[in-house]
């Protein structure tokens, strides 16, 4: 299996590239993240501890569209094919509204905007995947599009634009299933995950001091597992059968006693918002070949619907 994490130098993207590469030592882990210092020392971790030597990196800002293009171009020069995707770098705590140089609000860029764009030129290399390539987002419930101030510009807040890029990413994997799974014949499967405790991340070392105080607390309580937990607990979304994976395609999944579990989700289900998202994101990416794919997606989602028999 070939796996591309984005992510992967800290907290739960971490936890799941140090599980799988502990699982298999020919499991083949691509780490994305923007620091090509803890891209390393990440290697060098999998590499000892994880005793997996198939492991690489790709550094990665996601808060510029250009160095999200590089790293496309540099994925697709040195991969043929991907198994699988982890949709999982994220901006948590941040002490105020900044922008990014594409003069968007860094959570909707770095959680969301990148990661679509990513994903969508990546798509031809999961259809290559042998049994079919899986793309896993990480997200959790609730939230809401701030369709009158995507940028968050009137009313920032940092848990503001975490929850709006996580409706984000949920409308999209709903658009990619609905769009592809006559297309591809059904080959790629998309889906959300959310984890049903909080991982004790890298977050706590970024977080004011109040708010440590108090999550220092809450795990003497339990209220945290580890990033290695949270691995073990994921690796298996990404290491179950194609046919297991393809039933959880489209789907909003979280885990419970009885295992995993598809949970409704009504806050993304409106197609004509889906689709307004999906337009926005076309038009803030300014990028020609993600147009390109996302255009021949749709039209082919259109010719197999028509075609199809009634
Ligand atoms: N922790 C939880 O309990 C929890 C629960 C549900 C969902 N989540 C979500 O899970 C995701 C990961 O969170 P986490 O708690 O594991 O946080 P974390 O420990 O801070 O890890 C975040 C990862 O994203 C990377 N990243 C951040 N900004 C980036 C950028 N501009 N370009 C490239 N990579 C970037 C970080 O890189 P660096 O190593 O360079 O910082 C790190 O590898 C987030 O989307 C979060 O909202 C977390």
Same mark, same amino acid.
């Given at each position: 299996?070939?796996?591309?994490?984005?992510?992967?130098?800290?907290?739960?993207?971490?936890?799941?590239?140090?599980?799988?590469?502990?699982?298999?030592?020919?499991?083949?882990?691509?780490?994305?993240?923007?620091?090509?210092?803890?891209?390393?020392?990440? @290697?060098?971790? +999998?590499?000892?501890? %994880?005793?997996?030597?198939?492991? =690489? !990196?790709?550094?990665?800002?996601?808060? &510029?569209?250009?160095?999200?293009?590089?790293?496309?171009?540099?994925?697709?020069?040195?991969?043929?094919?991907?198994?699988?995707?982890?949709?999982?770098?994220?901006?948590?705590?941040?002490?105020?509204?900044?922008?990014?140089?594409?003069?968007?609000?860094?959570?909707?860029?770095?959680?969301?905007?990148?990661?679509?764009?990513?994903?969508?030129?990546?798509?031809?290399?999961?259809?290559?995947?042998?049994?079919?390539?899986?793309?896993?987002?990480?997200?959790?419930?609730?939230?809401?599009?701030?369709?009158?101030?995507?940028?968050?510009?009137?009313?920032?807040?940092?848990?503001?634009?975490?929850?709006?890029?996580?409706?984000?990413?949920?409308?999209?994997?709903?658009? @990619?299933?609905? +769009?592809?799974?006559? %297309?591809?014949?059904?080959?790629? =499967? !998309?889906?959300?995950?959310?984890?049903? &405790?909080?991982?004790?991340?890298?977050?706590?070392?970024?977080?004011?001091?109040?708010?440590?105080?108090?999550?220092?607390?809450?795990?003497?309580?339990?209220?945290?597992?580890?990033?290695?937990?949270?691995?073990?607990?994921?690796?298996?979304?990404?290491?179950?059968?194609?046919?297991?994976?393809?039933?959880?395609?489209?789907?909003?999944?979280?885990?419970?006693?009885?295992?995993?579990?598809?949970?409704?989700?009504?806050?993304?289900?409106?197609?004509?918002?889906?689709?307004?998202?999906?337009?926005?994101?076309?038009?803030?990416?300014?990028?020609?070949?993600?147009?390109?794919?996302?255009?021949?997606?749709?039209?082919?989602?259109?010719?197999?619907?028509?075609?199809?028999?009634?």
């Amino acid at each position: 299996m070939r796996v591309l994490i984005t992510g992967g130098t800290n907290g739960m993207g971490k936890g799941v590239a140090r599980a799988l590469a502990a699982r298999d030592p020919k499991h083949e882990i691509i780490i994305l993240g923007r620091s090509a210092e803890r891209g390393e020392s990440t @290697l060098r971790e +999998l590499r000892s501890v %994880a005793k997996n030597p198939n492991v =690489s !990196f790709v550094c990665c800002d996601l808060t &510029k569209l250009s160095d999200v293009k590089n790293a496309i171009a540099r994925l697709r020069a040195s991969t043929t094919s991907l198994d699988a995707v982890f949709i999982n770098a994220g901006l948590g705590y941040a002490a105020g509204r900044y922008e990014t140089e594409d003069g968007l609000d860094p959570h909707f860029q770095v959680n969301y905007l990148s990661q679509f764009m990513l994903t969508l030129q990546l798509l031809d290399l999961l259809e290559r995947s042998q049994d079919g390539g899986r793309v896993v987002f990480n997200v959790t419930e609730g939230g809401h599009i701030v369709w009158d101030d995507l940028q968050l510009k009137r009313n920032w807040g940092y848990e503001r634009g975490i929850q709006q890029a996580m409706v984000a990413k949920r409308m999209f994997y709903a658009r @990619l299933h609905d +769009l592809t799974r006559k %297309a591809h014949a059904d080959r790629t =499967s !998309f889906f959300g995950f959310q984890i049903p &405790k909080t991982v004790w991340s890298n977050q706590i070392n970024i977080i004011p001091w109040h708010m440590r105080a108090i999550a220092t607390v809450v795990k003497w309580f339990g209220g945290f597992i580890s990033i290695d937990e949270c691995g073990e607990l994921m690796a298996p979304l990404f290491t179950e059968d194609q046919a297991a994976s393809r039933k959880r395609s489209g789907t909003f999944v979280t885990r419970t006693k009885l295992g995993f579990v598809e949970k409704d989700d009504p806050v993304v289900s409106d197609r004509a918002s889906q689709e307004k998202l999906w337009n926005i994101s076309l038009d803030l990416c300014q990028d020609e070949d993600t147009r390109h794919i996302a255009t021949a997606l749709c039209q082919r989602a259109q010719s197999q619907a028509t075609s199809a028999p009634s």
